[in-house]
């Protein structure tokens, strides 16, 4: 409330006129149940900037209600403060955890229940959905959320790295990121695969649908194959060239001279690809020393033999 350009867009069971009101009403109703240790719940609904043109006050009231109703917050003393101090629309809930006839309001299963709420309340009023993972702004994250999406990132760009599950493994090992197979029963049977950092655990597939044991053991068996059946690489073409087309620096055996020779490669057998116009550098002389002229050097315009 005190943040520059905050605005009070909704309040209910408390007094908005002054902040130590406001105060005091939260207060108040908290020393019903003062066994309770954390008595305030905090949520900020955040927007995409896209959606600022079909945003207004009376909107994000109705959508922060409907939220609150959703997650069971209910019957109790909320606030709904406007703060506009990042590039997209976004409100801050401040409810009282003690409701008004003095009982807990449970916070049990309120990440999951979270995520089902908005990608609903989303849906309903057609806000705009990020497409893919590459889309969610990292820095607003807090918590798990922040961990999930630095394991996704981490995982993807190691696994572009990686041949197979095991080297998949040991690379990220190396990052600290425990990768963690489930068996079944007492069998050798993988079944599924979670990833741990520090006291974070997730099964792959609540990090992303990619990253399911089943998944990734799919997406190694189609590089595997592709591997097998794509072209050679360029590089490889000129080196199956050479080593089909010549013998570089092979001694002559049959004189015994000891002479090293070379066999010609036929310009029409290297792919045209693998030509590059290779730059002249223009020669440069080192500064304060002049190079000396014999005797009967010839010498032509503007060129040096």
């Not at 599924?192 to 950092?197: A, I, L, N, P, S």
């Amino acid at each position: 409330m005190q943040k520059q350009d905050a605005e009070i867009l909704y309040a209910e069971g408390v007094r908005t006129e002054h902040l130590n009101q406001t105060i005091r009403d939260f207060d108040m109703q908290r020393k019903t149940n003062p066994g309770l240790g954390k008595a305030v719940g905090h949520i900020a609904l955040s927007w995409s900037a896209t959606d600022q043109s079909k945003l207004n006050n009376e909107m994000m009231i109705d959508v922060a209600r409907e939220y609150l109703e959703r997650m069971k917050i209910q019957n109790t003393q909320f606030l709904v403060v406007k703060h506009q101090d990042k590039n997209h629309p976004h409100v801050h809930i401040i409810y009282n955890r003690i409701n008004n006839e003095g009982k807990t309001v449970s916070d049990a299963f309120q990440h999951k229940r979270n995520t089902r709420v908005c990608k609903d309340l989303t849906s309903k009023y057609r806000f705009f959905l990020a497409r893919d993972k590459a889309q969610v702004n990292r820095q607003q994250l807090k918590g798990e959320d922040r961990v999930k999406y630095e394991l996704f990132d981490k995982i993807k760009l190691i696994q572009a790295q990686a041949n197979n599950l095991d080297h998949l493994k040991l690379l990220l090992a190396r990052h600290r990121i425990e990768m963690l197979y489930k068996y079944k029963g007492n069998s050798n049977e993988i079944q599924g695969v979670t990833f741990k950092k520090d006291e974070y655990s997730f099964k792959g597939s609540d990090i992303d649908r990619t990253l399911s044991y089943g998944n990734l053991k799919k997406a190694f068996e189609l590089v595997d194959q592709q591997q097998k059946t794509e072209p050679l690489s360029l590089t490889q073409q000129l080196r199956q060239v050479i080593a089909e087309k010549a013998q570089l620096l092979t001694t002559d055996a049959s004189t015994g001279t000891g002479f090293q020779k070379c066999t010609t490669i036929p310009v029409s057998s290297i792919p045209s690809e693998l030509f590059r116009a290779v730059p002249q550098v223009p020669e440069q002389e080192f500064p304060g020393k002049k190079k000396k002229k014999r005797k009967g050097q010839e010498q032509s315009q503007g060129f040096r033999r």
